[in-house]
C-alpha cells in the first residue's frame, strides 16, 4: 500500500542552525502539507503546497520557514535558522484532493540544542 | 483554527469493553476525519467523514458525522489490548486546506 515516507527520522541541530526536513509523499497524490507536534500536544497545521505554490499558511509559518517541491517526487521543509521552540515532530501528509483525507508520513523528530 | 473540543481527554478500560469518545467544535466542518497516533508514529487514518449525518464503520470501529456539523463521534466496540493510543479528530473547516486537530483521547486497555 502506498505510503508517505519522511527522512531523517531522528535530526539533532544547533540552535541557529539551517535544517532541511525531506518527504515523498505519495506518488499520485496532488496535495502536500506540513505538520508540527510539540511533545504532548495536539497536531498542528504549518502549511499547505498545490500546484507548485503554497496555497495555506499558518500563523507558526513565518519568514523563517520553507517549502519546495524540488523534482517530481520530493516535498521538503526548510527551517532557516532553527530556534529551540521548534523542537517538535514534525509531519508531512498528502492528499489527492481539497479536503479529502490526508495521510501522514512517521514524522522526523527535530531536536534543537 | 477553531478550537475543537475532544473528550474525554483519557479513558483506562478493560479489554473487551466498548469504547466512545467525542469531538464539539462551534463552527461547521465540512469534514471530520479520526486518526490514531502510536508513540514516536504518525497519525494514520481511521475513519474519514464527509457528509453531516453519515453513518461510517471499520472493523470494531464506528463513527458519526453530526447532524449538526459541528461534531463528531469515534466507537471502538470490544477492545483489544493493540487499541491502545492517542485518538485524534481532525476536520477542515469550510473549503480550506488546514486540518484542524482536537487535543486526542489517550486510550489504555488492560487485557
Known amino acids: 500500500e502506498p505510503e508517505v515516507t519522511q527522512t531523517p527520522s531522528h535530526q539533532v541541530t544547533q540552535m541557529g542552525q539551517e535544517v532541511i526536513l525531506r518527504c515523498v509523499p505519495i506518488?499520485?497524490?496532488?496535495?502536500f502539507y506540513w505538520y508540527r507536534q510539540i511533545l504532548g500536544q495536539k497536531v498542528e497545521f504549518l502549511v499547505s503546497?498545490?500546484?507548485?505554490?503554497?496555497?495555506?499558511k499558518s500563523e507558526i509559518f513565518d519568514d523563517q520557514f520553507s517549502v519546495e517541491r524540488p523534482d517530481g517526487s520530493n516535498f521538503t521543509l526548510k527551517i532557516r535558522s532553527t530556534k529551540l521552540e521548534d523542537s517538535a515532530m514534525y509531519f508531512c501528509?498528502?492528499?489527492?484532493?481539497?479536503?479529502?483525507?490526508?495521510?501522514f508520513g512517521p514524522g522526523t523528530r527535530l531536536t534543537v540544542l | 483554527g477553531q478550537q475543537l473540543n475532544q473528550s474525554p481527554q483519557s479513558m483506562f478500560i478493560q479489554e473487551g469493553e466498548d469504547v466512545s469518545m467525542n469531538c464539539t467544535s462551534s463552527?461547521?466542518?465540512?469534514?471530520w476525519l479520526w486518526y490514531k497516533q502510536d508513540p514516536g508514529e504518525g497519525p494514520v487514518l481511521l475513519i474519514a467523514?464527509?457528509?453531516?449525518?453519515e453513518l461510517t464503520s471499520n472493523g470494531r470501529l464506528t463513527a458519526q458525522f453530526g447532524i449538526t456539523r459541528k461534531d463528531s463521534f469515534l466507537n471502538i466496540s470490544a477492545s483489544i489490548p493493540s487499541d491502545v493510543g492517542i485518538y485524534f479528530c481532525?476536520?477542515?473547516?469550510?473549503?480550506?486546506?488546514?486540518?484542524?486537530f482536537g487535543k486526542g483521547t489517550s486510550l489504555l486497555v488492560t487485557p
Open positions: 501528509a498528502s492528499s489527492q484532493g481539497l479536503a479529502f483525507e490526508q495521510f
Open positions: 506518488s499520485n497524490h496532488l496535495y
Open positions: 503546497f498545490y500546484n507548485n505554490e503554497i496555497s495555506e
Open positions: 463552527s461547521i466542518f465540512n469534514t
Open positions: 467523514l464527509y457528509k453531516a449525518g
Open positions: 481532525a476536520g477542515h473547516e469550510n473549503s480550506g486546506y488546514a486540518l484542524n
